[in-house]
């Protein structure tokens, strides 16, 4: 995980097996860790596979909804993956001291990432780097830190990540096409049933346009 530092203490949010906080700790990238899940069954089985690594002593381990108990951790590194991104924006909205310069989030929302992003920025976070990543599907990695500054995007920074466009990431094409079968699908619903498709529309446009010059560069 290219976005965690060394030497700090990490929080993974939603840890289910620990895979995470286990490779970071045992590559001596952090100091030590808390996996922490809101169901006690991952947590159970993250408990056991920390035993079996060696790394008990290093890496706590909490049942607990988000980010609820975990500021006593101290955690500088959050790793919150395998969610939805409105409810990513609202464990950190529940978590205000994670509004903290010290502190870096990395996220991997599994839908909404343009909910995630307006929330992040509206909030005062400022997108450090952002990149794609494809095991079955194309996902999104957001790595964020507070400064306090309101900012706003485009619905296409918003949706698809400002660096990810600026870069032409060699995920993007592939990302676009996902989302526009999605939006198409939502403009056709839209229109049969009289509804207004506009925004639909005009993304759709937006994401031809961005794809057509991918094409060009390739």
Same mark, same amino acid.
């Given at each position: 995980m290219?976005?965690?530092?060394?030497?700090?203490?990490?929080?993974?949010?939603?840890?289910?097996?620990?895979?995470?906080?286990?490779?970071?700790?045992?590559?001596?990238?952090?100091?030590?860790?808390?996996?922490?899940?809101?169901?006690?069954?991952?947590?159970?089985?993250?408990?056991?596979?920390?035993?079996?690594?060696?790394?008990? @002593? &290093?890496?706590?381990?909490?049942?607990?909804p988000?980010l =609820? +108990?975990i500021?006593?951790y *101290?955690?500088?590194?959050?790793?919150?993956?395998?969610?939805?991104?409105?409810?990513?924006?609202?464990?950190?909205?529940?978590?205000?001291?994670?509004?903290?310069?010290?502190?870096?989030?990395?996220?991997?929302?599994m839908?909404?990432?343009?909910?995630?992003?307006?929330y992040?920025?509206?909030?005062?976070?400022?997108?450090?780097?952002?990149?794609?990543?494809?095991? @079955? &599907?194309?996902?999104?990695?957001?790595?964020?830190?507070y =400064? +306090?500054?309101?900012?706003? *995007?485009?619905?296409?920074?918003?949706?698809?990540?400002?660096?990810?466009i600026?870069?032409?990431?060699?995920?993007?094409?592939?990302?676009?096409?996902?989302?526009?079968?999605?939006?198409?699908t939502?403009?056709?619903?839209?229109?049969?049933?009289?509804?207004?498709?506009?925004?639909?529309?005009?993304?759709?446009?937006?994401?031809?346009?961005l794809?057509?010059?991918?094409?060009e560069?390739?």
């Amino acid at each position: 995980m290219p976005y965690l530092r060394r030497g700090k203490v990490l929080s993974d949010v939603g840890t289910d097996h620990a895979h995470l906080p286990i490779y970071a700790c045992r590559e001596g990238i952090c100091v030590r860790a808390v996996a922490s899940d809101i169901n006690r069954g991952p947590v159970e089985n993250a408990r056991r596979n920390i035993a079996a690594a060696g790394l008990a @002593d &290093k890496i706590a381990t909490v049942c607990t909804p988000g980010l =609820d +108990g975990i500021a006593q951790y *101290e955690p500088e590194d959050i790793t919150i993956f395998g969610m939805g991104g409105e409810l990513i924006a609202s464990i950190i909205d529940a978590a205000p001291w994670t509004r903290d310069a010290r502190i870096r989030l990395v996220l991997q929302p599994m839908s909404h990432a343009e909910i995630l992003r307006a929330y992040l920025l509206e909030n005062g976070f400022f997108m450090l780097d952002q990149t794609l990543v494809k095991e @079955d &599907k194309v996902y999104q990695i957001i790595c964020a830190e507070y =400064d +306090g500054q309101k900012r706003t *995007e485009d619905d296409m920074a918003l949706w698809f990540g400002s660096h990810n466009i600026e870069r032409m990431h060699p995920l993007l094409g592939e990302l676009l096409e996902g989302k526009r079968r999605l939006l198409q699908t939502s403009a056709d619903g839209k229109r049969m049933g009289g509804k207004d498709a506009a925004f639909e529309l005009g993304m759709l446009a937006q994401i031809d346009a961005l794809k057509a010059h991918i094409q060009e560069k390739e």
